[in-house]
Nanobody, 126 residues
Framework: QVQLVESGGGLVQAGDSLRLSCAAS????????MGWFRQAPGKARDFGVV????????YYADSVKGRFTISRDNAKNTVYLQMNSLNPDDTAVYYC???????????????????WGQGTQVTVSS
């Protein structure tokens, strides 16, 4: 059974930083593309950041480029999202996701990700 458990969300002020964690079980984070997506109030779930299974390529949405960084710890089977210079537009539920396919760079489209966590709320006040 696949489980992706996010943690680290919370309420912060504009300009602050947060680090989200995604502890995976039932999937190996180093064998699949792993990503962070987000859903703001009243909006559809949107792409954020994706790390390819090889670790060689990272995809960033323009809105987070230069501020967010994805990483992983293979020994802990955990993926992280470091978020700096947060602003109110970053307010959303953040979801960790694992691609369906092993050892394939499926890109960053949400449709390629078959396993999702329950999400963690990030709220940025101005």
């Amino acid at each position: 059974q696949v489980q992706l458990v996010e943690s680290g969300g919370g309420l912060v002020q504009a300009g602050d930083s947060l680090r989200l964690s995604c502890a995976a079980s039932g999937v190996t984070v180093s064998k699949r593309n792993m990503g962070w997506f987000r859903q703001a109030p009243g909006k559809a779930r949107d792409f954020g950041v994706v790390l390819t299974w090889s670790g060689g390529t990272t995809y960033y949405a323009d809105s987070v480029k230069g501020r967010f960084t994805i990483s992983r710890d293979n020994a802990k089977n955990t993926v992280y999202l470091q978020m700096n210079s947060l602003n109110p537009d970053d307010t959303a539920v953040y979801y960790c996701a694992a691609a369906r396919d092993l050892y394939v760079n499926v890109g960053s489209a949400p449709s390629a990700f078959g396993y999702w966590g329950q999400g963690t709320q990030v709220t940025v006040s101005s």
